[in-house]
Protein backbone atom coordinates (compact mmCIF):
# COMPACT_ATOMS: atom_id res chain seq x y z
CA UNK A 1 0.00 0.00 0.00
CA UNK A 2 0.86 3.50 -0.44
CA UNK A 3 1.19 5.22 2.54
CA UNK A 4 1.87 9.16 3.81
CA UNK A 5 2.75 10.60 6.80
CA UNK A 6 -0.28 9.72 9.33
CA UNK A 7 -2.91 12.02 11.20
CA UNK A 8 -2.78 11.21 14.70
CA UNK A 9 -5.77 11.33 17.06
CA UNK A 10 -5.48 10.24 20.58
CA UNK A 11 -8.44 11.76 22.56
CA UNK A 12 -11.49 10.35 23.96
CA UNK A 13 -13.81 13.26 21.67
CA UNK A 14 -15.80 11.65 19.32
CA UNK A 15 -16.33 13.65 15.59
CA UNK A 16 -20.02 14.98 14.98
CA UNK A 17 -22.24 12.73 12.22
CA UNK A 18 -25.49 12.65 11.32
CA UNK A 19 -27.48 9.61 11.18
CA UNK A 20 -30.37 8.66 9.28
CA UNK A 21 -32.06 5.14 8.48
CA UNK A 22 -31.27 3.02 5.57
CA UNK A 23 -30.90 -1.00 5.22
CA UNK A 24 -28.48 -2.89 3.08
CA UNK A 25 -25.66 -5.16 4.10
CA UNK A 26 -22.05 -5.64 3.04
CA UNK A 27 -20.80 -8.46 1.86
CA UNK A 28 -17.15 -10.40 1.11
CA UNK A 29 -14.47 -9.76 4.20
CA UNK A 30 -17.36 -9.19 6.57
CA UNK A 31 -18.49 -12.68 5.46
CA UNK A 32 -15.47 -13.88 6.61
CA UNK A 33 -15.28 -12.25 9.69
CA UNK A 34 -18.83 -12.97 10.93
CA UNK A 35 -18.38 -16.95 10.34
CA UNK A 36 -14.84 -17.79 11.36
CA UNK A 37 -14.38 -19.56 14.86
CA UNK A 38 -13.13 -20.54 17.05
CA UNK A 39 -11.37 -17.19 17.80
CA UNK A 40 -7.79 -16.44 19.14
CA UNK A 41 -8.12 -14.43 22.48
CA UNK A 42 -6.01 -12.05 21.28
CA UNK A 43 -7.22 -8.64 22.31
CA UNK A 44 -10.51 -6.52 23.12
CA UNK A 45 -11.43 -6.74 19.12
CA UNK A 46 -11.31 -10.52 19.05
CA UNK A 47 -13.02 -11.49 21.79
CA UNK A 48 -16.10 -14.07 20.86
CA UNK A 49 -17.28 -14.50 24.20
CA UNK A 50 -20.57 -12.50 25.17
CA UNK A 51 -20.07 -8.47 24.79
CA UNK A 52 -20.22 -6.31 27.76
CA UNK A 53 -21.49 -2.54 28.08
CA UNK A 54 -17.82 -1.44 28.01
CA UNK A 55 -16.45 -3.05 24.40
CA UNK A 56 -19.96 -2.17 23.04
CA UNK A 57 -19.12 1.53 23.99
CA UNK A 58 -15.70 1.11 22.96
CA UNK A 59 -17.03 -0.43 19.29
CA UNK A 60 -19.67 2.31 18.61
CA UNK A 61 -16.62 4.94 19.78
CA UNK A 62 -14.54 3.47 17.34
CA UNK A 63 -17.80 3.08 14.17
CA UNK A 64 -17.99 7.05 15.26
CA UNK A 65 -13.89 8.00 14.76
CA UNK A 66 -13.70 6.08 11.83
CA UNK A 67 -16.80 6.74 9.53
CA UNK A 68 -15.79 10.46 10.47
CA UNK A 69 -12.53 9.86 9.49
CA UNK A 70 -13.71 8.55 6.08
CA UNK A 71 -15.83 11.32 5.64
CA UNK A 72 -13.20 13.87 5.98
CA UNK A 73 -10.49 12.65 4.25
CA UNK A 74 -11.71 10.12 1.66
CA UNK A 75 -10.79 10.77 -1.64
CA UNK A 76 -13.64 11.25 -3.61
CA UNK A 77 -16.04 13.65 -1.30
CA UNK A 78 -19.65 12.14 -2.59
CA UNK A 79 -18.08 8.63 -1.25
CA UNK A 80 -19.14 6.95 -4.36
CA UNK A 81 -22.80 8.01 -3.89
CA UNK A 82 -23.51 5.85 -1.26
CA UNK A 83 -25.72 7.42 1.69
CA UNK A 84 -22.97 7.36 4.31
CA UNK A 85 -24.99 8.63 7.07
CA UNK A 86 -27.41 6.08 6.64
CA UNK A 87 -24.80 3.12 6.20
CA UNK A 88 -23.17 4.56 9.62
CA UNK A 89 -26.81 4.80 11.67
CA UNK A 90 -27.08 0.68 10.21
CA UNK A 91 -23.73 -0.16 11.62
CA UNK A 92 -24.77 1.60 14.91
CA UNK A 93 -27.71 -0.96 15.39
CA UNK A 94 -26.35 -3.99 14.26
CA UNK A 95 -23.86 -3.14 17.53
CA UNK A 96 -26.06 -2.59 19.81
CA UNK A 97 -27.54 -5.87 18.98
CA UNK A 98 -24.22 -8.04 18.46
CA UNK A 99 -23.56 -10.65 20.49
CA UNK A 100 -20.32 -10.66 21.14
CA UNK A 101 -17.12 -8.18 20.04
CA UNK A 102 -15.84 -10.12 16.99
CA UNK A 103 -19.50 -9.42 15.59
CA UNK A 104 -19.47 -5.83 16.86
CA UNK A 105 -16.20 -5.22 15.06
CA UNK A 106 -17.32 -6.87 11.85
CA UNK A 107 -19.87 -4.05 11.00
CA UNK A 108 -16.98 -1.46 11.61
CA UNK A 109 -15.34 -3.29 8.01
CA UNK A 110 -18.85 -3.78 6.97
CA UNK A 111 -19.52 -0.19 6.38
CA UNK A 112 -15.68 0.52 4.96
CA UNK A 113 -16.20 -2.41 2.77
CA UNK A 114 -19.37 -0.60 0.76
CA UNK A 115 -16.49 1.67 -0.87
CA UNK A 116 -15.30 -1.52 -2.61
CA UNK A 117 -11.74 0.32 -1.90
CA UNK A 118 -8.16 -1.81 -1.37
CA UNK A 119 -6.39 1.05 0.43
CA UNK A 120 -9.60 2.31 3.04
CA UNK A 121 -10.20 -0.58 5.90
CA UNK A 122 -10.14 -0.89 9.62
CA UNK A 123 -7.65 -1.53 11.67
CA UNK A 124 -8.79 -2.55 15.17
CA UNK A 125 -6.77 -2.92 18.09
CA UNK A 126 -3.79 -4.65 18.41
CA UNK A 127 -1.90 -6.56 21.16
CA UNK A 128 2.09 -7.90 21.23
CA UNK A 129 0.96 -11.23 21.42
CA UNK A 130 1.51 -12.99 17.77
CA UNK A 131 -0.29 -15.53 15.91
CA UNK A 132 1.91 -18.50 13.63
CA UNK A 133 -0.45 -20.25 11.58
CA UNK A 134 2.80 -22.21 10.48
CA UNK A 135 2.42 -22.26 6.84
CA UNK A 136 1.79 -19.88 4.07
CA UNK A 137 0.08 -19.46 0.99
CA UNK A 138 0.04 -16.96 -2.34
CA UNK A 139 -1.95 -17.15 -5.52
CA UNK A 140 0.10 -18.19 -8.58
CA UNK A 141 -1.73 -17.45 -12.15
CA UNK A 142 -5.30 -18.25 -10.87
CA UNK A 143 -5.27 -20.87 -8.14
CA UNK A 144 -3.85 -20.91 -4.85
CA UNK A 145 -0.70 -22.47 -3.30
CA UNK A 146 0.82 -23.86 -0.38
CA UNK A 147 4.39 -22.00 -0.38
CA UNK A 148 6.22 -22.93 2.67
CA UNK A 149 5.07 -25.38 6.02
CA UNK A 150 6.96 -24.11 8.99
CA UNK A 151 9.33 -26.86 10.84
CA UNK A 152 7.96 -28.72 13.49
CA UNK A 153 4.52 -26.78 13.37
CA UNK A 154 1.04 -28.23 13.09
CA UNK A 155 0.15 -28.09 9.96
CA UNK A 156 3.77 -30.07 9.15
CA UNK A 157 2.61 -32.46 11.25
CA UNK A 158 -0.67 -32.99 10.19
CA UNK A 159 0.91 -33.42 6.70
CA UNK A 160 0.81 -30.55 4.80
CA UNK A 161 3.28 -29.46 1.90
CA UNK A 162 4.72 -27.02 -0.27
CA UNK A 163 3.35 -27.05 -3.84
CA UNK A 164 0.08 -28.77 -2.86
CA UNK A 165 -3.17 -26.38 -4.18
CA UNK A 166 -5.84 -24.71 -1.51
CA UNK A 167 -9.07 -25.09 -2.20
CA UNK A 168 -10.45 -24.06 1.30
CA UNK A 169 -10.53 -22.29 4.37
CA UNK A 170 -13.50 -23.13 6.70
CA UNK A 171 -15.37 -23.40 3.60
CA UNK A 172 -14.36 -19.91 2.08
CA UNK A 173 -12.94 -20.54 -1.43
CA UNK A 174 -9.29 -19.70 -1.87
CA UNK A 175 -8.51 -17.65 -5.30
CA UNK A 176 -7.38 -14.26 -6.85
CA UNK A 177 -10.77 -12.17 -5.76
CA UNK A 178 -10.50 -13.59 -2.35
CA UNK A 179 -6.84 -14.22 -1.08
CA UNK A 180 -6.05 -10.93 0.32
CA UNK A 181 -9.00 -9.92 2.31
CA UNK A 182 -8.78 -13.15 3.51
CA UNK A 183 -5.68 -13.07 4.63
CA UNK A 184 -6.27 -9.80 6.12
CA UNK A 185 -9.34 -11.03 8.23
CA UNK A 186 -7.16 -13.53 9.38
CA UNK A 187 -4.28 -11.97 10.22
CA UNK A 188 -6.00 -8.42 11.85
CA UNK A 189 -9.33 -8.78 12.11
CA UNK A 190 -10.31 -12.41 13.72
CA UNK A 191 -6.84 -14.66 14.45
CA UNK A 192 -7.63 -18.00 14.22
CA UNK A 193 -6.92 -20.66 16.78
CA UNK A 194 -7.42 -23.45 14.26
CA UNK A 195 -8.58 -23.94 10.77
CA UNK A 196 -9.96 -26.35 8.58
CA UNK A 197 -8.38 -26.20 5.25
CA UNK A 198 -9.13 -28.35 1.98
CA UNK A 199 -6.18 -29.20 -0.85
CA UNK A 200 -5.58 -31.14 -3.45
CA UNK A 201 -1.94 -33.26 -3.49
CA UNK A 202 0.56 -33.20 -6.27
CA UNK A 203 -0.94 -36.52 -7.16
CA UNK A 204 -4.34 -34.91 -7.27
CA UNK A 205 -5.88 -35.97 -4.27
CA UNK A 206 -8.64 -34.32 -1.90
CA UNK A 207 -7.30 -33.68 1.82
CA UNK A 208 -8.85 -32.19 4.62
CA UNK A 209 -7.05 -31.35 7.68
CA UNK A 210 -7.72 -28.90 11.08
CA UNK A 211 -4.76 -27.25 11.32
CA UNK A 212 -4.28 -25.36 14.74
CA UNK A 213 -1.86 -21.98 15.42
CA UNK A 214 0.09 -21.02 18.17
CA UNK A 215 -0.09 -17.80 19.82
CA UNK A 216 3.35 -16.17 20.45
CA UNK A 217 3.22 -14.56 24.21
CA UNK A 218 5.26 -11.42 24.83
CA UNK A 219 7.17 -12.25 28.20
CA UNK A 220 6.22 -10.93 31.31
CA UNK A 221 9.19 -8.29 32.68
CA UNK A 222 9.40 -7.82 36.18
CA UNK A 223 8.78 -4.19 37.62
CA UNK A 224 7.75 -3.22 33.93
CA UNK A 225 3.72 -2.23 34.15
CA UNK A 226 1.82 -3.34 31.25
CA UNK A 227 1.78 0.11 29.68
CA UNK A 228 5.42 0.56 29.46
CA UNK A 229 6.39 -2.79 28.26
CA UNK A 230 3.56 -2.03 25.41
CA UNK A 231 5.69 1.17 24.72
CA UNK A 232 9.14 -0.83 24.28
CA UNK A 233 7.66 -3.59 22.28
CA UNK A 234 6.12 -1.41 20.17
CA UNK A 235 9.52 0.29 19.35
CA UNK A 236 11.67 -2.97 19.39
CA UNK A 237 8.70 -4.63 16.86
CA UNK A 238 9.30 -1.00 14.75
CA UNK A 239 12.90 -1.37 14.81
CA UNK A 240 12.47 -5.03 13.52
CA UNK A 241 10.55 -4.11 10.79
CA UNK A 242 12.15 -1.08 9.51
CA UNK A 243 15.78 -3.57 9.44
CA UNK A 244 13.66 -5.89 7.59
CA UNK A 245 11.89 -3.90 5.28
CA UNK A 246 14.99 -2.87 3.92
CA UNK A 247 16.73 -3.05 0.44
CA UNK A 248 18.98 -5.75 -0.25
CA UNK A 249 21.49 -7.14 -3.21
CA UNK A 250 23.22 -9.66 -4.75
CA UNK A 251 26.11 -9.24 -7.72
CA UNK A 252 26.67 -11.89 -9.62
CA UNK A 253 30.04 -10.14 -11.55
CA UNK A 254 30.02 -7.50 -14.01
CA UNK A 255 27.18 -8.78 -16.08
CA UNK A 256 24.29 -8.68 -12.94
CA UNK A 257 23.10 -7.26 -10.00
CA UNK A 258 19.80 -7.94 -8.12
CA UNK A 259 18.37 -5.54 -5.73
CA UNK A 260 15.57 -7.09 -3.65
CA UNK A 261 12.94 -4.85 -2.25
CA UNK A 262 10.37 -5.94 0.13
CA UNK A 263 8.80 -2.56 0.70
CA UNK A 264 9.77 1.35 -0.42
CA UNK A 265 10.76 2.97 2.44
CA UNK A 266 14.22 4.13 1.97
CA UNK A 267 14.56 7.41 0.21
CA UNK A 268 17.51 9.69 -0.70
CA UNK A 269 21.18 8.64 -0.36
CA UNK A 270 20.23 5.20 1.03
CA UNK A 271 18.99 4.77 -2.87
CA UNK A 272 21.12 6.38 -4.30
CA UNK A 273 23.94 4.43 -3.07
CA UNK A 274 22.15 1.04 -4.46
CA UNK A 275 22.25 2.28 -7.57
CA UNK A 276 26.06 3.60 -7.32
CA UNK A 277 26.80 -0.52 -6.92
CA UNK A 278 24.40 -1.16 -9.80
CA UNK A 279 26.09 1.18 -12.28
CA UNK A 280 29.13 -1.11 -12.97
CA UNK A 281 27.06 -4.33 -13.85
CA UNK A 282 25.48 -4.54 -17.33
CA UNK A 283 21.76 -5.73 -16.02
CA UNK A 284 19.76 -4.98 -13.49
CA UNK A 285 17.22 -7.14 -11.82
CA UNK A 286 14.68 -5.34 -9.37
CA UNK A 287 12.34 -8.52 -7.49
CA UNK A 288 9.27 -6.96 -6.33
CA UNK A 289 7.95 -10.27 -5.64
CA UNK A 290 5.71 -10.07 -2.79
CA UNK A 291 6.11 -6.40 -2.41
CA UNK A 292 3.32 -4.78 -1.22
CA UNK A 293 3.89 -0.94 -1.64
CA UNK A 294 5.27 1.43 0.79
CA UNK A 295 6.17 5.27 0.21
CA UNK A 296 5.27 7.53 -2.98
CA UNK A 297 8.51 9.59 -1.97
CA UNK A 298 10.95 6.19 -2.23
CA UNK A 299 9.08 5.00 -5.18
CA UNK A 300 9.85 8.53 -7.06
CA UNK A 301 13.68 8.43 -6.03
CA UNK A 302 13.98 4.78 -7.24
CA UNK A 303 12.41 5.88 -10.61
CA UNK A 304 14.84 8.55 -10.76
CA UNK A 305 17.78 6.43 -10.74
CA UNK A 306 16.37 3.61 -13.55
CA UNK A 307 14.45 6.34 -15.79
CA UNK A 308 16.43 7.12 -18.63
CA UNK A 309 15.08 10.73 -18.94
CA UNK A 310 12.97 13.02 -17.02
CA UNK A 311 8.87 11.94 -16.95
CA UNK A 312 5.59 12.32 -15.43
CA UNK A 313 4.54 8.84 -14.62
CA UNK A 314 0.92 9.95 -13.55
CA UNK A 315 -0.73 12.08 -11.56
CA UNK A 316 -2.69 11.27 -8.13
CA UNK A 317 -6.69 12.39 -8.12
CA UNK A 318 -7.81 13.79 -4.58
CA UNK A 319 -10.67 15.57 -3.23
CA UNK A 320 -8.65 18.70 -3.53
CA UNK A 321 -7.62 18.10 -7.31
CA UNK A 322 -4.96 16.63 -8.83
CA UNK A 323 -0.94 16.00 -8.27
CA UNK A 324 1.70 15.07 -10.78
CA UNK A 325 4.15 12.25 -10.40
CA UNK A 326 6.79 13.82 -11.42
CA UNK A 327 10.62 11.95 -11.65
CA UNK A 328 13.66 14.27 -12.35
CA UNK A 329 16.04 11.84 -13.51
CA UNK A 330 19.82 11.26 -11.41
CA UNK A 331 22.09 11.89 -14.00
CA UNK A 332 24.91 11.19 -11.75
CA UNK A 333 24.13 7.92 -9.94
CA UNK A 334 21.02 6.32 -12.47
CA UNK A 335 21.56 3.01 -13.95
CA UNK A 336 21.45 2.53 -17.35
CA UNK A 337 21.93 -0.66 -18.28
CA UNK A 338 19.22 -3.70 -18.91
CA UNK A 339 16.81 -3.71 -16.49
CA UNK A 340 14.10 -6.94 -15.30
CA UNK A 341 11.38 -5.99 -12.87
CA UNK A 342 9.74 -9.19 -11.25
CA UNK A 343 6.59 -8.96 -9.84
CA UNK A 344 3.90 -11.72 -8.60
CA UNK A 345 -0.09 -11.81 -7.29
CA UNK A 346 1.30 -9.93 -4.27
CA UNK A 347 3.27 -6.97 -5.89
CA UNK A 348 0.90 -4.47 -5.01
CA UNK A 349 0.43 -0.50 -4.57
CA UNK A 350 3.69 1.77 -5.43
CA UNK A 351 5.39 -1.72 -6.40
CA UNK A 352 3.10 -1.76 -8.96
CA UNK A 353 3.33 1.87 -9.50
CA UNK A 354 7.36 1.70 -10.01
CA UNK A 355 6.84 -1.42 -12.38
CA UNK A 356 4.01 0.32 -14.88
CA UNK A 357 5.80 3.26 -14.90
CA UNK A 358 8.97 1.17 -15.97
CA UNK A 359 6.96 -0.36 -18.86
CA UNK A 360 5.12 2.36 -19.91
CA UNK A 361 8.28 4.22 -20.14
CA UNK A 362 9.82 1.18 -22.25
CA UNK A 363 12.33 1.19 -19.74
CA UNK A 364 12.57 -2.70 -18.61
CA UNK A 365 11.06 -6.21 -19.29
CA UNK A 366 8.46 -6.86 -16.53
CA UNK A 367 8.53 -10.43 -15.30
CA UNK A 368 6.45 -12.97 -13.59
CA UNK A 369 2.63 -12.74 -12.77
CA UNK A 370 -0.29 -10.52 -12.71
CA UNK A 371 -0.13 -7.86 -10.19
CA UNK A 372 -2.64 -7.46 -7.38
CA UNK A 373 -4.41 -4.46 -8.72
CA UNK A 374 -4.65 -2.68 -5.49
CA UNK A 375 -3.25 0.45 -6.15
CA UNK A 376 -4.16 3.80 -3.96
CA UNK A 377 -2.49 6.35 -2.18
CA UNK A 378 -3.52 6.53 1.76
CA UNK A 379 -3.00 7.84 5.23
CA UNK A 380 -3.98 6.31 8.58
CA UNK A 381 -5.93 8.03 11.35
CA UNK A 382 -5.14 6.63 14.22
CA UNK A 383 -7.19 6.83 17.38
CA UNK A 384 -6.48 5.58 20.87
CA UNK A 385 -8.08 4.04 24.03
CA UNK A 386 -7.32 2.90 27.42
CA UNK A 387 -4.56 3.83 30.00
CA UNK A 388 -3.09 0.29 31.11
CA UNK A 389 -3.29 -1.42 28.88
CA UNK A 390 -3.43 1.41 25.61
CA UNK A 391 -4.89 0.26 22.59
CA UNK A 392 -4.22 1.96 18.94
CA UNK A 393 -6.93 1.82 16.96
CA UNK A 394 -7.94 3.36 13.30
CA UNK A 395 -8.40 3.58 9.72
CA UNK A 396 -6.38 3.57 6.25
CA UNK A 397 -8.32 5.81 4.24
CA UNK A 398 -7.63 6.36 0.93
CA UNK A 399 -7.10 10.02 -0.50
CA UNK A 400 -6.32 9.73 -3.93
CA UNK A 401 -6.44 7.49 -7.17
CA UNK A 402 -3.18 7.39 -8.76
CA UNK A 403 -3.82 7.42 -12.68
CA UNK A 404 -1.17 6.48 -14.31
CA UNK A 405 0.43 8.56 -17.90
CA UNK A 406 -1.71 6.10 -20.15
CA UNK A 407 -4.49 7.70 -18.23
CA UNK A 408 -5.90 4.73 -16.82
CA UNK A 409 -6.22 3.63 -12.99
CA UNK A 410 -4.23 0.49 -11.77
CA UNK A 411 -7.03 -0.23 -8.67
CA UNK A 412 -8.61 -3.41 -9.43
CA UNK A 413 -6.25 -4.34 -12.77
CA UNK A 414 -2.92 -4.48 -11.97
CA UNK A 415 -0.20 -4.71 -14.37
CA UNK A 416 0.03 -7.46 -16.60
CA UNK A 417 3.98 -9.04 -17.27
CA UNK A 418 5.43 -8.65 -20.77
CA UNK A 419 6.25 -12.07 -20.12
CA UNK A 420 4.68 -14.53 -17.97
CA UNK A 421 6.55 -16.53 -16.08
CA UNK A 422 5.02 -18.70 -13.57
CA UNK A 423 6.84 -21.61 -11.06
CA UNK A 424 5.04 -24.78 -10.80
CA UNK A 425 3.64 -27.09 -7.95
CA UNK A 426 6.95 -29.24 -8.41
CA UNK A 427 8.85 -25.85 -8.05
CA UNK A 428 7.29 -24.96 -5.12
CA UNK A 429 7.73 -28.42 -3.17
CA UNK A 430 11.48 -28.33 -4.19
CA UNK A 431 12.05 -24.67 -2.86
CA UNK A 432 13.48 -23.86 -6.22
CA UNK A 433 12.80 -20.25 -7.82
CA UNK A 434 12.81 -20.30 -11.39
CA UNK A 435 11.99 -17.34 -12.07
CA UNK A 436 14.56 -15.41 -10.93
CA UNK A 437 16.58 -18.03 -12.78
CA UNK A 438 14.79 -17.58 -16.18
CA UNK A 439 15.50 -13.42 -15.69
CA UNK A 440 19.27 -14.06 -15.17
CA UNK A 441 19.46 -15.91 -17.85
CA UNK A 442 17.72 -13.05 -19.55
CA UNK A 443 21.06 -11.10 -18.44
CA UNK A 444 23.43 -13.50 -19.99
CA UNK A 445 24.11 -15.26 -16.60
CA UNK A 446 23.35 -18.73 -15.74
CA UNK A 447 21.73 -19.64 -12.32
CA UNK A 448 19.93 -22.76 -11.26
CA UNK A 449 16.48 -22.31 -9.69
CA UNK A 450 18.10 -23.91 -6.78
CA UNK A 451 20.78 -21.23 -6.32
CA UNK A 452 18.13 -18.41 -7.02
CA UNK A 453 16.08 -19.60 -4.34
CA UNK A 454 18.75 -18.80 -1.64
CA UNK A 455 19.81 -15.31 -2.73
CA UNK A 456 17.55 -13.83 -0.36
CA UNK A 457 15.55 -16.16 1.68
CA UNK A 458 12.61 -14.82 2.63
CA UNK A 459 9.83 -14.25 5.70
CA UNK A 460 6.12 -13.84 4.57
CA UNK A 461 4.53 -11.14 6.69
CA UNK A 462 1.27 -12.78 6.39
CA UNK A 463 -0.31 -16.50 5.81
Request: hydrophobic content about 40%.
Amino acid sequence: MIMLPWGSRTSAKLCPCKAVLRSGVAGGLVTFVLLFAPVADLSPATRSHQISRVDRDLAEAMLKNVSCDVQRHYYDPKLKGLNWDALVHEAKVNIERAPNMVTAIAQIEALLEHLQDSHTFFISPGDVNKIDYGWHFKVIGKRAFVTSVTPQSDAERKGMRPGEELLTIDGFTVDRASTLNLKYALDFLVPQSNLNVALRDRAGNLVRLNVASTIQKHTAIAGLGDYFWYLNQRIINFENAWNNEKARYKELGPELMIVRVPAFFETGLAVDAIFEKARSHRSLIVDLRGTPGGRLDSVVDYLADVLIQDAKVGEFVGRDGTKPILIKRNRRNAFAGDLIVLVDSETGSAAEIFARAVQLEERGTILGDHTAGRTMEARYYMHRYGHNPVYDYGALVTVADPIMADGKSLERVGVEPDRTFLPTEADLAAGRDPVLAYAAGLAGVKLSPEEAAKLFPRKSRTM
